[in-house]
């Protein structure tokens, strides 16, 4: 084999000839099934558009590939564009993945558990036969070149030929143009090699803005309760990948909370997330920046909720079980649950149980001595490994889907996995407020809010981390859960049948975390919003 591949040769046109065939058709396989559903050919009109389409996605590949087939430079870097083209070629096409910057953001900071559970049998073979196998025929391939002067011309004059029937074809279907590209802004997403070389310059331009000097919200924010007789102690419990419709408090056929459907909780109908992945989402959520004007970057070097907490006074806790807190907690006390003293009761050498979350927080709250707010970074619903997110005695809904291959499970079964992940979270939760009530002088609180929600094979979408402008439903709607004790019912002067009936109409999102929970924790800070407060309409007081 090897003294065969040793005699391959291909003369350097031919082979860019053949690389633009195989990058434009065999590495976008998404990109044209995204097409064929989105292109109507009812006239002759768009059949000239739609062949048109063809040169002008075939175009930029044969450009970009007569500029980088050189001697000593061509085999590395086609080499590279290869195994990252067939990568992403799998996941776009097996996950209805979309890339983008926030994408890119997520693959940098993604663990080497979180990476571990994309890997797949399938989706090795699929990179192995389209990126690694072409890979190893090139490095055995001769590539001839002509001379430089002839070489050059032949190039030039290719090149100015493709343009010219480019700009022709596409002439000829302008309006067609205009409107598909309109009407369809996220395509580019999916043009592969492209879609993720730009949106990684893009991701690294972010990073070298970087050094910029951190930006104190308000250093002289303060506690003022409306009455100081109780400690103020609040729960939050930061979700990863629930989505809303598959909670039965809010609606759905099964039961997937048997423990909150028993508690005094309130859950909000309609409540969207900031963004459809963790990178985004959390700091998001923390910040004081609206969704709209919100930048991960920025985000890094500007105070959040927890620092106006602490500054105010309060004890911070932040117990992480989902792979790191995308820098909100990096100021304040955090304890990564896998490696912990009780890592050996719930915890595997990848990943924790969310039950690891609540060990010992009995024993925290005992020694409570000051207002503190208490974080729990959940791993949830993490996918595509559902499975692996809860013990076996909530394994309820069955048959579910026991791989990373979710795409090769039916639709009951990959639904009844994400199932049995809600009902351990409806544990979770329902837990962590029976332990609140333990401690009835406290002015105590909890909330749960997801980070994002995920696809489950809807319209062959998977998983999360779609554009925000086009991600379904699935992917931003999320659950958001209440509990006070009437302590804090009282002490704060809600009037928790009022939430309830809010909660039931009103739209909530990501957007009001920060404003409601500085009201909650009785913090009087300048950078306080009283419109974004959840709580305001239903205080039978106002905050001082």
Known sequence: MTKLLSKLAIDSRILIIILTLYFGFVLNLSFWRFVSGHIEIGSFQMVIFAFSLIFFILTPFYLLLSIVTLPFL?????????????????????????????????????????????????????????????????????????SVKRELKIRILSAAASLLILLTTAAASYKEYTSFGRNN?????????????????????????????????????????????????????????????????????????????????????NVLSCGTATAISVPCMFSNADREYFDVTSAKYTENLLDIAKNAGYDIFWRDNDDGCKGVCDRVPTENMLGSKNSDKFCDKESCFDEVLIEGLEGYLSNITKDTLIILHAMGSHGPTYYKRYPDEFKVFKPTCDTAQIQNCSKEEIVNTYDNTILYTDYIISKTIDTLRKFPDFESGLMYISDHGESLGENNVYLHGMPYVIAPKEQTKVPMILWMSENMQKQDYIDYSCMQEAAKTDAYSHDNIFHSFLGLLEIETKVYKKEYDIFKKCRTKELP
């Open 74 to 146: 061509a085999k590395p870097l086609i080499t590279l564009f290869l195994l990252i083209s067939s990568a992403a070629n799998y996941y776009m096409y097996e996950f209805g993945v979309f890339i983008d910057t926030d994408m890119i953001t997520n693959i940098f900071e993604t663990t080497k558990r979180e990476a571990f559970d994309l890997i797949t049998v399938w989706g090795f073979l699929w990179v192995f036969v389209t990126g690694v196998v072409p890979s190893v025929i090139l490095a055995f391939t001769t590539i001839r070149y002509a």
């Open 185 to 269: 802004r996220e395509v580019r997403k999916l043009l592969n090699t492209i879609n993720y070389t730009y949106s990684t310059v893009r991701y690294f331009q972010r990073r070298a803005l970087t050094n910029r000097e951190f930006v104190r919200l308000d250093p002289d924010a303060k506690v003022a309760p409306f009455k100081e007789s109780h400690k103020t102690v609040v729960v939050l419990i930061v979700g990863e990948t629930a989505r809303a419709d598959n909670f039965y408090i809010n609606g759905y056929e099964k039961n997937t909370n048997p423990n909150l459907a028993k508690q005094d909780i309130i859950s909000f109908k």
